[in-house]
């Protein structure tokens, strides 16, 4: 009997889709991938079930092992089946059995657990299944369990990186929780890291402020676990980018931060970095279950049998040395205060940003790193609070813009000299710095300073401009002369009118008297600038009436020409 081949056909591995040939022969089924890879042979005797099932675009079958294991192909055409299914009743006496899916997009179901394979059903069709030898770690909160998976640096699209299923507690589970259940069903098949030998070293309850809480450290060959009161971490090595050692600010107290990718999960937050944090009076005396000769081939004597140090020292050299990683520290840089680090604030969290040879970072909520290469340029901005603080900008080739803000004026000089020694571009609100203030040759010029000077000239200039505007229109002399004045011509117009005139002033007084009593709370100034202008109304009114009563023409003339002299400027006719 001939062999039957199928070609194009994909062999799912851990999120990644394998192109290559399949071939059914008498007592085996083929896989060959077309990159090369290993061949993957299934004997007719191993094999307990084979599905027939729709996928995306194509159509596929799951082939389930006796031993439990699940291997899922696809790529085939609907014409396949019939002799899909001929060939191994023909060949294996199986059957292709029809598997329907659920596509109504539900996501409440049913778990169930098959040898080592989790599927998860919605009514009587499949919803989606979950080879358990995937999962990478398991985790419970609550009600829930969380799965997470393997990396694959082949899917390159997209992997699957974590699934959380929800369970209800319920009355009758008795004394072991739903999510517990679970959690040892999914544990007993999965491939969970392991350790393998005894630990290199163990650290109790220390301190970490990223993830929060005391955690005990225990070190491996391979990788780290971090277990605490209610959550429990296995670390690879080899996910572990970065290590840095920088002092705290009060001396007293040292920071060691752990760069992960991909992070750690606890609920929905990643967390990128561990940041421990250690006093630096505290020591340790630690003996590693290594002999001589294998600390010297192993590790090129970079660690002794007994290790005698503070903590964060010892911590941090066994760490370097199995993780085969360099420890970054602040470097040269050194601030007003006699520190390597600037105390500020990003967004509402405190905390230190710290200068280094490579590039920044901020400890540490959250832990920033900026490596110089991804900067594109710096700012310097006032502070919105005053002049005793500015901000500090540091803007990426991605876009984001990275606000440190708070920092003292008097570390403004050592930030300048830093940015300047890396030749970072630094720009102001207008993409370049333009130098306002006057330079005396000494040194470089600071913009910031003078752009903060210039600004502090400009509010003073505009007080003065506005203290010597407030009363320029108020003179109580000219009003006094233009009152004065009024009356002389009107006294020279008609003496026989002086009585009426008098009499007219001590009304005037009268009412004077009357708005001072009704608005004592309006300031002086104002009050006598008010009386003048009434006064020389008053006047004008007795003005037309002279006019009226008056036979002279002259007089009538003069006395209209004052009138319209007053109503334009309010001074005097001459």
């Known amino acids: 009997m001939s062999d039957l081949d199928f070609s194009e056909i994909f062999m799912e591995q851990k999120g990644s889709m394998v192109p290559g040939r399949m071939k059914i022969t008498d007592t085996q089924m083929h896989f060959k991938p077309k ?30 092992t006796n031993t439990g294991n699940l291997i899922r192909f696809s790529g085939f055409k609907e014409s396949d089946k019939e002799k899909m299914s001929k060939a191994l009743t023909n060949r294996f006496g199986k059957n292709l059995v029809d598997m329907d899916v659920c596509v109504k997009g539900w996501n409440w179901g049913t778990a169930k657990f098959k040898g080592s394979v989790l599927t998860f059903d919605v009514g009587n ?34 992997s699957l990186m974590e699934l959380r299923f929800h369970m209800p507690s319920s009355e009758n589970a008795g004394d072991t929780e739903p999510a517990d259940a679970f959690k040892e069903q999914v544990l007993s098949k999965a491939d969970i890291i392991g350790a393998v030998g005894d630990a290199v070293a163990i650290f109790r309850e220390i301190q970490c402020v990223t993830p929060r809480g005391r955690y005990d450290i225990k070190v491996y060959q391979t990788f780290f676990q971090l277990h605490g009161k209610t959550f429990d971490y296995k670390i690879p090595m080899t996910t572990v980018l970065r290590l840095f050692l920088l002092p705290h600010i009060d001396g007293r107290q040292i920071y ?3 760069s992960l990718d991909p ?4 609920g929905q937050t990643r967390y990128h970095f561990l940041v421990f944090l250690f006093p630096t009076d505290e020591e340790c005396s630690i003996e590693l279950p290594f002999s001589e000769k294998e600390l010297e081939t192993k590790y090129g004597g970079k660690l002794e049998k007994e290790i005698t140090a503070p903590t ?11 993780m085969d990683r360099k420890i970054a520290g602040p470097g040269k840089f050194m601030g007003h205060s006699s520190q390597p680090c600037l ?37 310097y901005v006032r502070s ?14 991605s876009g984001v813009v990275h606000t440190f803000v708070s920092i003292l004026k008097e570390e403004y000089p050592k930030l300048y000299e830093f940015i300047n020694s890396k030749n970072i571009r630094v720009k102001s609100n207008h993409e370049k710095i333009d130098y306002v203030g006057k330079y005396d040759g000494k040194g470089e010029p600071d913009a910031y300073l003078a752009r ?53 002033n001590s009304k005037e007084k009268k009412k004077s008297k009357k708005s001072k009593r009704s608005s004592p709370d309006k300031p002086k100034k104002k009050r006598e600038k008010s009386a003048g202008k009434s006064k020389g109304k008053e006047t004008s009114k007795k003005i037309k009436s002279e006019k009226k009563d008056s036979t002279s023409g002259e007089t009538g003339f003069k006395s209209k020409e004052f009138i319209s002299g007053d109503d334009t400027s309010g001074g005097d006719s001459n």
């Open 125 to 158: 069709a499949l919803g989606f299944d979950v080879p358990l030898g995937y999962v990478s770690q398991c985790t419970t909160g609550k009600n829930e369990v969380t799965l997470e998976f393997h990396q694959n640096d082949d899917a390159r699209d997209s």
């Open 384 to 397: 919105g609070g005053g002049t005793k603080s500015f901000d500090f900008e540091i803007e990426l080739k």
């Open 312 to 322: 964060y020292e010892v911590v941090s050299r066994i760490m370097k040395v199995l």
């Open 35 to 64: 990159t090369g890879g290993r061949i993957v042979t299934i004997s007719d005797t191993d094999i307990d079930l084979i599905n027939w099932l729709r996928y995306p675009n194509n159509w596929g079958i799951r082939v389930f």
């Open 263 to 266: 992070p750690i999960k606890q």
């Open 452 to 504: 903060v000077k210039a600004e502090a000239e400009e509010r003073s200039d505009d007080d003065m401009d506005s203290e010597s505007s407030e009363d320029e229109d108020y003179n109580p002399e000219a009003s006094k002369l233009v009152g004065d004045d009024e009356f002389d011509s009107a006294r020279s117009s008609s003496s026989g009118e002086a009585s009426e005139v008098e009499d007219d």
């Open 343 to 379: 105390g500020c604030s990003y967004k509402a969290a405190a905390g230190f940003l710290y200068p280094l040879e490579r590039g920044f970072m901020f400890v540490h909520k959250p832990p920033i790193h900026i490596r110089v290469e991804e900067i594109t340029a710096v700012n």
């Open 256 to 258: 060691f931060v752990v």
